[in-house]
Protein backbone atom coordinates (compact mmCIF):
# COMPACT_ATOMS: atom_id res chain seq x y z
CA UNK A 1 0.00 0.00 0.00
CA UNK A 2 1.39 3.37 -1.11
CA UNK A 3 -0.22 6.67 -0.74
CA UNK A 4 -0.99 8.89 -4.14
CA UNK A 5 -1.86 12.10 -2.84
CA UNK A 6 -2.60 13.94 1.11
CA UNK A 7 -6.08 12.58 0.85
CA UNK A 8 -6.33 8.94 -0.70
CA UNK A 9 -4.51 6.06 -0.06
CA UNK A 10 -4.09 3.18 -3.01
CA UNK A 11 -5.88 -0.28 -1.47
CA UNK A 12 -5.51 -3.75 -3.31
CA UNK A 13 -8.13 -6.58 -4.27
CA UNK A 14 -8.95 -9.13 -5.73
CA UNK A 15 -9.58 -6.73 -9.19
CA UNK A 16 -6.17 -4.63 -8.85
CA UNK A 17 -5.81 -1.01 -7.28
CA UNK A 18 -8.28 1.51 -5.98
CA UNK A 19 -8.44 5.04 -5.12
CA UNK A 20 -9.73 5.25 -1.43
CA UNK A 21 -10.08 8.57 0.98
CA UNK A 22 -7.38 8.66 3.05
CA UNK A 23 -9.76 8.83 6.07
CA UNK A 24 -11.93 6.02 5.43
CA UNK A 25 -12.55 2.88 6.76
CA UNK A 26 -14.05 0.93 4.21
CA UNK A 27 -11.61 -1.03 1.63
CA UNK A 28 -11.75 -1.07 -2.06
CA UNK A 29 -14.64 -3.43 -2.44
CA UNK A 30 -16.92 -0.99 -0.64
CA UNK A 31 -15.50 1.81 -2.62
CA UNK A 32 -16.16 -0.43 -5.81
CA UNK A 33 -19.38 -0.64 -4.96
CA UNK A 34 -20.22 2.58 -3.96
CA UNK A 35 -20.06 3.63 -7.23
CA UNK A 36 -22.14 0.99 -8.42
CA UNK A 37 -25.20 0.79 -6.37
CA UNK A 38 -26.78 3.67 -6.57
CA UNK A 39 -30.45 2.89 -6.08
CA UNK A 40 -32.04 4.79 -3.41
CA UNK A 41 -29.96 7.34 -1.43
CA UNK A 42 -30.31 5.78 1.58
CA UNK A 43 -27.44 3.97 3.64
CA UNK A 44 -28.09 0.54 5.17
CA UNK A 45 -30.20 0.66 8.34
CA UNK A 46 -28.33 1.08 11.61
CA UNK A 47 -30.28 -2.51 12.62
CA UNK A 48 -28.05 -4.06 10.01
CA UNK A 49 -25.15 -2.30 11.09
CA UNK A 50 -25.10 -3.70 14.26
CA UNK A 51 -26.38 -7.06 13.35
CA UNK A 52 -23.75 -7.67 11.15
CA UNK A 53 -20.59 -5.92 13.47
CA UNK A 54 -22.22 -8.52 15.57
CA UNK A 55 -21.70 -11.29 13.91
CA UNK A 56 -17.95 -10.17 12.89
CA UNK A 57 -17.61 -9.86 16.96
CA UNK A 58 -18.78 -13.46 17.33
CA UNK A 59 -17.38 -15.22 14.93
CA UNK A 60 -14.00 -13.61 15.43
CA UNK A 61 -14.61 -14.50 19.40
CA UNK A 62 -15.31 -18.20 18.20
CA UNK A 63 -12.68 -18.76 15.87
CA UNK A 64 -10.24 -17.41 18.58
CA UNK A 65 -11.65 -19.89 20.82
CA UNK A 66 -11.23 -22.78 17.92
CA UNK A 67 -7.75 -21.99 17.84
CA UNK A 68 -8.23 -20.78 14.35
CA UNK A 69 -7.07 -17.00 14.09
CA UNK A 70 -4.72 -15.64 16.27
CA UNK A 71 -5.39 -14.26 19.60
CA UNK A 72 -4.11 -10.89 19.06
CA UNK A 73 -5.77 -10.37 15.80
CA UNK A 74 -8.84 -11.56 17.07
CA UNK A 75 -8.82 -9.26 20.19
CA UNK A 76 -8.41 -6.37 17.56
CA UNK A 77 -11.60 -7.35 15.78
CA UNK A 78 -13.37 -7.80 19.23
CA UNK A 79 -12.31 -4.05 19.92
CA UNK A 80 -13.35 -3.14 16.77
CA UNK A 81 -16.36 -4.02 16.67
CA UNK A 82 -17.38 -2.80 20.34
CA UNK A 83 -16.46 0.66 18.98
CA UNK A 84 -18.96 0.13 16.09
CA UNK A 85 -21.81 -0.99 18.57
CA UNK A 86 -21.19 2.13 20.94
CA UNK A 87 -21.66 4.32 17.89
CA UNK A 88 -18.77 4.86 16.33
CA UNK A 89 -17.82 4.98 12.36
CA UNK A 90 -21.21 4.40 11.45
CA UNK A 91 -20.93 7.09 8.04
CA UNK A 92 -18.15 4.27 7.40
CA UNK A 93 -20.80 1.78 5.85
CA UNK A 94 -21.40 3.51 2.57
CA UNK A 95 -23.36 0.73 0.40
CA UNK A 96 -26.34 1.35 0.04
CA UNK A 97 -29.41 -0.66 1.64
CA UNK A 98 -30.37 -2.21 -2.23
CA UNK A 99 -26.80 -3.26 -3.07
CA UNK A 100 -25.73 -6.40 -4.57
CA UNK A 101 -27.34 -9.99 -4.96
CA UNK A 102 -26.74 -11.45 -1.56
CA UNK A 103 -25.56 -8.41 0.07
CA UNK A 104 -22.08 -9.33 -0.86
CA UNK A 105 -21.12 -5.94 -0.87
CA UNK A 106 -22.33 -4.69 2.60
CA UNK A 107 -20.41 -7.92 3.81
CA UNK A 108 -17.53 -6.73 2.77
CA UNK A 109 -17.75 -2.96 3.47
CA UNK A 110 -18.31 -4.34 6.99
CA UNK A 111 -15.07 -6.18 6.94
CA UNK A 112 -13.33 -3.17 5.88
CA UNK A 113 -14.02 -1.69 8.16
CA UNK A 114 -13.40 -3.65 10.94
CA UNK A 115 -10.66 -4.91 9.38
CA UNK A 116 -8.91 -1.15 8.83
CA UNK A 117 -10.14 -0.18 12.85
CA UNK A 118 -8.65 -3.66 13.91
CA UNK A 119 -5.57 -2.51 11.88
CA UNK A 120 -5.34 0.99 13.88
CA UNK A 121 -5.81 -0.65 17.59
CA UNK A 122 -2.54 -3.20 16.37
CA UNK A 123 -0.94 0.07 15.39
CA UNK A 124 -0.91 -0.18 11.93
CA UNK A 125 -1.74 1.85 8.86
CA UNK A 126 -5.21 1.20 7.34
CA UNK A 127 -4.66 -0.73 4.55
CA UNK A 128 -2.25 -2.83 5.17
CA UNK A 129 -4.59 -5.95 4.85
CA UNK A 130 -1.84 -8.45 4.98
CA UNK A 131 -1.99 -7.73 9.34
CA UNK A 132 -5.33 -7.99 9.53
CA UNK A 133 -7.38 -8.92 6.01
CA UNK A 134 -10.84 -8.25 5.99
CA UNK A 135 -11.67 -11.83 3.87
CA UNK A 136 -8.96 -14.20 5.68
CA UNK A 137 -9.46 -12.79 9.20
CA UNK A 138 -12.93 -10.57 9.71
CA UNK A 139 -14.50 -12.78 7.39
CA UNK A 140 -13.60 -16.16 8.39
CA UNK A 141 -15.51 -19.12 8.78
CA UNK A 142 -18.14 -16.93 7.16
CA UNK A 143 -19.56 -16.46 3.48
CA UNK A 144 -21.92 -13.44 2.63
CA UNK A 145 -24.15 -16.22 1.95
CA UNK A 146 -24.69 -17.12 5.54
CA UNK A 147 -24.26 -14.12 7.42
CA UNK A 148 -26.47 -11.93 5.89
CA UNK A 149 -29.15 -14.33 5.79
CA UNK A 150 -28.29 -14.32 9.85
CA UNK A 151 -28.01 -10.63 9.64
CA UNK A 152 -31.22 -10.13 8.29
CA UNK A 153 -32.87 -12.26 11.19
CA UNK A 154 -31.14 -10.06 13.97
CA UNK A 155 -31.98 -6.73 12.13
CA UNK A 156 -35.68 -7.81 11.87
CA UNK A 157 -35.64 -8.92 15.56
CA UNK A 158 -34.28 -5.70 16.52
CA UNK A 159 -36.70 -3.95 14.54
CA UNK A 160 -39.79 -5.46 15.32
CA UNK A 161 -39.05 -4.78 18.76
CA UNK A 162 -38.91 -1.13 18.60
CA UNK A 163 -42.35 -1.98 16.35
CA UNK A 164 -43.74 -4.26 19.02
CA UNK A 165 -43.29 -1.38 22.11
CA UNK A 166 -45.23 1.61 19.52
CA UNK A 167 -47.78 -0.92 19.13
CA UNK A 168 -48.59 -1.50 22.52
CA UNK A 169 -48.67 2.17 23.24
CA UNK A 170 -51.65 2.39 20.73
CA UNK A 171 -53.32 -0.30 22.37
CA UNK A 172 -53.10 1.16 25.36
CA UNK A 173 -54.46 4.72 24.37
CA UNK A 174 -57.09 2.60 22.33
CA UNK A 175 -58.18 0.71 25.74
CA UNK A 176 -58.21 3.95 28.22
CA UNK A 177 -60.57 5.82 25.25
CA UNK A 178 -62.78 2.32 25.54
CA UNK A 179 -63.15 3.00 29.05
CA UNK A 180 -64.00 7.06 28.51
CA UNK A 181 -66.63 5.77 25.96
CA UNK A 182 -68.54 3.03 27.84
CA UNK A 183 -71.60 4.39 28.62
CA UNK A 184 -71.32 6.78 24.97
CA UNK A 185 -74.59 4.93 23.44
CA UNK A 186 -74.36 5.18 19.35
CA UNK A 187 -76.20 3.92 16.40
CA UNK A 188 -73.96 0.42 14.80
CA UNK A 189 -73.61 0.98 11.20
CA UNK A 190 -73.30 -2.29 8.83
CA UNK A 191 -73.32 -1.99 5.21
CA UNK A 192 -72.74 1.71 5.92
CA UNK A 193 -76.46 1.48 7.39
CA UNK A 194 -78.03 2.57 10.35
CA UNK A 195 -77.97 -1.06 12.65
CA UNK A 196 -78.58 -2.00 15.88
CA UNK A 197 -76.59 0.49 18.64
CA UNK A 198 -73.81 -0.33 20.16
CA UNK A 199 -71.31 1.96 22.35
CA UNK A 200 -68.30 3.81 21.25
CA UNK A 201 -66.34 2.11 23.63
CA UNK A 202 -67.42 -1.40 22.51
CA UNK A 203 -65.76 0.07 18.90
CA UNK A 204 -62.44 1.19 20.25
CA UNK A 205 -62.52 -1.99 22.77
CA UNK A 206 -62.30 -3.77 19.14
CA UNK A 207 -59.92 -1.86 17.84
CA UNK A 208 -57.56 -2.24 20.84
CA UNK A 209 -58.67 -5.95 20.93
CA UNK A 210 -58.00 -6.47 16.88
CA UNK A 211 -54.71 -4.81 16.69
CA UNK A 212 -53.11 -6.86 19.75
CA UNK A 213 -54.37 -9.46 17.83
CA UNK A 214 -52.41 -9.02 15.46
CA UNK A 215 -49.60 -8.22 17.60
CA UNK A 216 -49.43 -11.74 18.91
CA UNK A 217 -49.03 -12.95 15.31
CA UNK A 218 -45.96 -11.06 14.77
CA UNK A 219 -44.58 -12.59 18.03
CA UNK A 220 -45.29 -15.83 16.61
CA UNK A 221 -43.47 -15.15 13.32
CA UNK A 222 -40.48 -13.76 15.15
CA UNK A 223 -40.06 -16.73 16.73
CA UNK A 224 -39.46 -18.12 13.37
CA UNK A 225 -36.87 -15.31 12.85
CA UNK A 226 -34.82 -16.71 15.86
CA UNK A 227 -33.33 -19.98 14.37
CA UNK A 228 -30.16 -18.87 12.03
CA UNK A 229 -28.06 -20.11 9.52
CA UNK A 230 -24.79 -18.33 10.88
CA UNK A 231 -22.01 -21.04 9.81
CA UNK A 232 -23.47 -22.60 6.82
CA UNK A 233 -20.91 -20.67 4.74
CA UNK A 234 -21.36 -20.68 0.97
CA UNK A 235 -24.26 -23.14 0.47
CA UNK A 236 -25.12 -24.40 3.65
CA UNK A 237 -22.40 -27.20 3.88
CA UNK A 238 -20.26 -25.60 6.59
CA UNK A 239 -17.27 -25.42 4.19
CA UNK A 240 -13.79 -23.64 5.64
CA UNK A 241 -15.51 -23.80 9.61
CA UNK A 242 -13.81 -25.69 12.43
CA UNK A 243 -15.18 -27.79 14.05
CA UNK A 244 -17.62 -26.77 16.63
CA UNK A 245 -17.99 -23.23 15.00
CA UNK A 246 -20.91 -23.20 13.99
CA UNK A 247 -22.57 -23.73 18.10
CA UNK A 248 -20.27 -21.33 19.72
CA UNK A 249 -20.67 -18.54 17.23
CA UNK A 250 -24.47 -18.60 17.41
CA UNK A 251 -24.07 -18.87 21.22
CA UNK A 252 -21.60 -15.58 21.15
CA UNK A 253 -24.13 -13.68 18.48
CA UNK A 254 -27.20 -14.73 21.09
CA UNK A 255 -24.93 -12.92 23.79
CA UNK A 256 -24.15 -9.97 22.37
CA UNK A 257 -27.32 -9.61 20.56
CA UNK A 258 -30.02 -10.70 23.77
CA UNK A 259 -32.01 -12.53 21.15
CA UNK A 260 -32.71 -16.31 22.02
CA UNK A 261 -30.74 -17.71 18.80
CA UNK A 262 -30.25 -21.15 18.04
CA UNK A 263 -28.76 -23.22 15.00
CA UNK A 264 -31.17 -23.44 12.01
CA UNK A 265 -32.34 -27.06 12.05
CA UNK A 266 -31.63 -27.41 8.06
CA UNK A 267 -28.87 -24.89 7.12
CA UNK A 268 -29.60 -25.76 3.59
CA UNK A 269 -33.06 -24.16 4.43
CA UNK A 270 -31.68 -20.95 5.62
CA UNK A 271 -29.75 -19.81 2.62
CA UNK A 272 -32.42 -20.77 0.24
CA UNK A 273 -35.40 -20.30 1.74
CA UNK A 274 -37.04 -16.78 3.09
CA UNK A 275 -40.21 -18.01 4.52
CA UNK A 276 -39.16 -16.86 8.03
CA UNK A 277 -38.82 -13.37 6.53
CA UNK A 278 -42.13 -13.70 4.54
CA UNK A 279 -44.14 -14.30 7.34
CA UNK A 280 -42.35 -11.20 9.31
CA UNK A 281 -43.47 -9.45 6.24
CA UNK A 282 -46.95 -10.87 6.11
CA UNK A 283 -47.37 -10.08 10.18
CA UNK A 284 -46.67 -6.84 9.57
CA UNK A 285 -49.11 -6.55 6.28
CA UNK A 286 -51.83 -8.03 8.58
CA UNK A 287 -51.52 -5.61 11.44
CA UNK A 288 -51.33 -2.87 8.78
CA UNK A 289 -54.89 -3.85 7.34
CA UNK A 290 -56.14 -4.12 10.86
CA UNK A 291 -55.08 -0.25 11.34
CA UNK A 292 -56.16 0.99 8.08
CA UNK A 293 -59.49 -0.01 8.84
CA UNK A 294 -59.58 1.49 12.38
CA UNK A 295 -58.28 4.76 11.17
CA UNK A 296 -60.50 4.73 8.18
CA UNK A 297 -63.62 4.23 11.11
CA UNK A 298 -62.48 7.01 12.74
CA UNK A 299 -62.29 9.47 9.70
CA UNK A 300 -65.96 8.57 9.28
CA UNK A 301 -66.89 9.00 12.38
CA UNK A 302 -65.62 12.51 12.23
CA UNK A 303 -66.03 13.72 9.65
CA UNK A 304 -68.25 16.68 9.79
CA UNK A 305 -68.47 18.84 11.62
CA UNK A 306 -72.15 19.94 10.34
CA UNK A 307 -73.07 17.56 7.07
CA UNK A 308 -71.14 14.39 8.53
CA UNK A 309 -71.98 12.00 11.22
CA UNK A 310 -69.82 13.80 13.45
CA UNK A 311 -69.64 11.28 16.28
CA UNK A 312 -66.53 12.50 17.10
CA UNK A 313 -64.51 15.29 17.83
CA UNK A 314 -60.49 14.86 16.76
CA UNK A 315 -57.83 17.32 18.29
CA UNK A 316 -56.63 20.03 15.55
CA UNK A 317 -52.74 18.80 14.79
CA UNK A 318 -52.52 21.61 12.41
CA UNK A 319 -54.32 23.92 10.18
CA UNK A 320 -56.60 21.42 8.26
CA UNK A 321 -56.74 23.86 5.21
CA UNK A 322 -54.74 26.97 3.41
CA UNK A 323 -58.36 28.65 2.27
CA UNK A 324 -60.98 27.24 4.48
CA UNK A 325 -60.41 28.92 8.25
CA UNK A 326 -60.89 26.97 11.09
CA UNK A 327 -60.75 23.35 9.22
CA UNK A 328 -59.74 20.75 11.05
CA UNK A 329 -59.23 17.27 8.82
CA UNK A 330 -58.15 13.98 10.28
CA UNK A 331 -54.51 14.27 8.92
CA UNK A 332 -53.09 12.00 11.29
CA UNK A 333 -55.29 9.07 10.69
CA UNK A 334 -54.84 9.60 6.51
CA UNK A 335 -50.93 9.33 7.41
CA UNK A 336 -52.01 6.53 9.30
CA UNK A 337 -53.21 4.54 5.98
CA UNK A 338 -50.36 5.95 3.96
CA UNK A 339 -47.88 4.26 6.12
CA UNK A 340 -50.57 0.90 6.28
CA UNK A 341 -50.28 1.05 2.45
CA UNK A 342 -46.97 1.61 2.33
CA UNK A 343 -46.42 -1.22 4.63
CA UNK A 344 -48.70 -3.54 2.60
CA UNK A 345 -46.69 -2.82 -0.57
CA UNK A 346 -43.41 -3.98 0.44
CA UNK A 347 -45.28 -7.09 1.43
CA UNK A 348 -45.90 -7.79 -2.26
CA UNK A 349 -41.92 -6.99 -2.83
CA UNK A 350 -40.75 -9.09 0.05
CA UNK A 351 -43.10 -11.91 -1.44
CA UNK A 352 -41.73 -11.54 -4.85
CA UNK A 353 -38.27 -11.83 -3.22
CA UNK A 354 -38.65 -14.27 -1.45
CA UNK A 355 -40.22 -17.13 -4.05
CA UNK A 356 -36.79 -15.33 -6.61
CA UNK A 357 -34.15 -17.66 -4.98
CA UNK A 358 -32.46 -20.34 -7.39
CA UNK A 359 -31.24 -23.81 -6.10
CA UNK A 360 -28.93 -22.62 -3.20
CA UNK A 361 -29.35 -19.03 -2.36
CA UNK A 362 -31.88 -16.32 -2.64
CA UNK A 363 -30.22 -13.53 -3.91
CA UNK A 364 -32.59 -10.77 -2.98
CA UNK A 365 -32.16 -10.06 0.19
CA UNK A 366 -30.57 -6.60 0.60
CA UNK A 367 -34.14 -5.66 -1.18
CA UNK A 368 -36.15 -7.67 0.75
CA UNK A 369 -34.96 -6.51 4.18
CA UNK A 370 -35.11 -2.98 3.27
CA UNK A 371 -38.83 -3.36 2.56
CA UNK A 372 -39.17 -4.96 6.53
CA UNK A 373 -37.28 -2.76 7.97
CA UNK A 374 -38.79 0.11 5.88
CA UNK A 375 -41.94 -1.38 7.56
CA UNK A 376 -41.14 -1.50 11.21
CA UNK A 377 -39.93 2.38 11.24
CA UNK A 378 -42.90 3.65 10.03
CA UNK A 379 -44.84 1.69 12.76
CA UNK A 380 -41.87 2.14 15.20
CA UNK A 381 -41.67 6.25 14.46
CA UNK A 382 -45.44 6.89 14.02
CA UNK A 383 -47.62 4.54 16.19
CA UNK A 384 -47.02 6.53 18.88
CA UNK A 385 -47.41 10.29 17.84
CA UNK A 386 -50.56 8.94 16.36
CA UNK A 387 -51.63 7.36 19.94
CA UNK A 388 -50.56 10.49 21.61
CA UNK A 389 -51.59 13.35 19.19
CA UNK A 390 -54.77 11.40 17.71
CA UNK A 391 -56.38 9.11 20.13
CA UNK A 392 -56.04 10.75 23.62
CA UNK A 393 -57.30 13.67 22.21
CA UNK A 394 -60.61 12.30 20.78
CA UNK A 395 -63.77 13.49 22.69
CA UNK A 396 -67.26 11.70 22.44
CA UNK A 397 -69.93 14.25 20.74
CA UNK A 398 -72.62 12.96 22.76
CA UNK A 399 -75.20 15.36 21.72
CA UNK A 400 -74.79 13.82 18.29
CA UNK A 401 -75.16 10.88 19.92
CA UNK A 402 -77.91 10.89 21.68
CA UNK A 403 -79.86 12.76 18.30
CA UNK A 404 -78.98 9.73 16.91
CA UNK A 405 -80.47 7.18 19.09
CA UNK A 406 -83.49 9.42 19.52
CA UNK A 407 -84.24 9.47 15.64
CA UNK A 408 -83.31 6.02 14.27
CA UNK A 409 -85.92 4.26 13.65
CA UNK A 410 -84.05 1.28 13.71
CA UNK A 411 -84.53 0.78 17.67
CA UNK A 412 -87.95 -0.91 15.74
CA UNK A 413 -85.78 -4.12 15.48
CA UNK A 414 -85.85 -4.27 19.42
CA UNK A 415 -89.71 -4.66 19.34
CA UNK A 416 -89.76 -7.47 17.01
CA UNK A 417 -90.10 -10.27 19.91
CA UNK A 418 -93.32 -7.96 20.97
CA UNK A 419 -95.12 -6.54 17.83
CA UNK A 420 -93.38 -9.39 14.80
CA UNK A 421 -90.62 -8.52 11.89
CA UNK A 422 -93.45 -7.49 9.69
CA UNK A 423 -95.57 -5.07 11.94
CA UNK A 424 -92.03 -3.54 12.96
CA UNK A 425 -91.15 -3.36 9.58
CA UNK A 426 -94.34 -1.02 8.50
CA UNK A 427 -93.56 0.95 11.66
CA UNK A 428 -89.96 1.92 10.23
CA UNK A 429 -91.31 2.67 7.00
CA UNK A 430 -94.05 4.78 8.84
CA UNK A 431 -91.53 6.72 11.10
CA UNK A 432 -89.10 7.41 7.64
CA UNK A 433 -91.98 9.01 6.18
CA UNK A 434 -93.14 10.97 8.57
CA UNK A 435 -90.76 11.72 11.11
CA UNK A 436 -92.01 10.40 14.28
CA UNK A 437 -90.15 8.60 16.62
CA UNK A 438 -90.41 4.65 17.30
CA UNK A 439 -91.37 5.43 20.56
CA UNK A 440 -94.26 7.94 19.54
CA UNK A 441 -96.11 5.65 16.27
CA UNK A 442 -96.49 2.53 18.64
CA UNK A 443 -97.91 4.40 21.36
CA UNK A 444 -100.31 6.35 19.21
CA UNK A 445 -101.32 2.63 17.60
CA UNK A 446 -101.65 1.01 20.79
CA UNK A 447 -98.89 -1.95 19.96
CA UNK A 448 -97.70 -2.03 23.16
CA UNK A 449 -98.02 -0.61 26.61
CA UNK A 450 -95.42 1.80 27.96
CA UNK A 451 -94.01 -0.32 30.58
CA UNK A 452 -93.18 -2.80 27.89
CA UNK A 453 -91.82 -0.15 25.20
CA UNK A 454 -89.94 1.44 28.00
CA UNK A 455 -88.17 -1.84 28.68
CA UNK A 456 -87.77 -3.03 25.16
CA UNK A 457 -86.11 0.77 24.25
CA UNK A 458 -83.83 0.34 27.85
CA UNK A 459 -79.89 0.97 27.87
CA UNK A 460 -80.16 -2.76 29.14
CA UNK A 461 -81.69 -4.07 26.10
CA UNK A 462 -79.99 -1.87 24.01
CA UNK A 463 -77.07 -2.98 24.01
CA UNK A 464 -78.05 -6.88 24.58
CA UNK A 465 -77.36 -7.26 28.20
CA UNK A 466 -73.88 -7.85 27.64
CA UNK A 467 -70.98 -5.60 28.64
CA UNK A 468 -70.07 -2.59 26.34
CA UNK A 469 -66.83 -4.07 25.30
CA UNK A 470 -68.60 -7.10 24.28
CA UNK A 471 -65.94 -9.11 26.48
Partial sequence: MSSSSSSFRIDKDSLGEVRVPSDAYYGPFAARAKEQYKVTGQRAHANLVRAFVMIKRSAALANKELKALDAQ?????????????????????????INSGAGTAF????????????LEILGKKKGEYEAVSPNDHVNMSQSSNDTFPTAMHVAILLSMKEADAAISVLVRSLRAKAREFEDAIKIGRTHLMDAIPVTLGAEFEEYAYSIERAQKKMHEAMAGLEEVG???????????????YRELAIRRLSEVSGLALRPSGNMFYSLQSKLDVAACSSALRNLAVELTKMANDLRLMACGPVAGFAEILIPAVHAGSS????????????CLNMVCFNIMGNDVAVAMAAQAGQFELNVMLPGMLKCVL???????????????????????????????????????????????????????????KTNKSIRELVLEKKLMTKEDLDKALSKENILGGGSSSGG
Avoid at 107 to 118: G, K, L, P, S
Avoid at 323 to 334: F, Q, T, Y
Avoid at 398 to 426: F, M, Q
Fill in 230 to 244: LGGTAVGTGANTPRG
Fill in 73 to 97: KADAIVKACDEVLAGRLHDQFVVEA
Fill in 374 to 432: DSTDMLANFLPVFAANMVDGIKANKERLESYIDKSPVLVTLLNPYIGYLKAAEIYKESL
Fill in 107 to 118: NMNTNEVIANRA
Fill in 323 to 334: IMPGKVNPSLAE
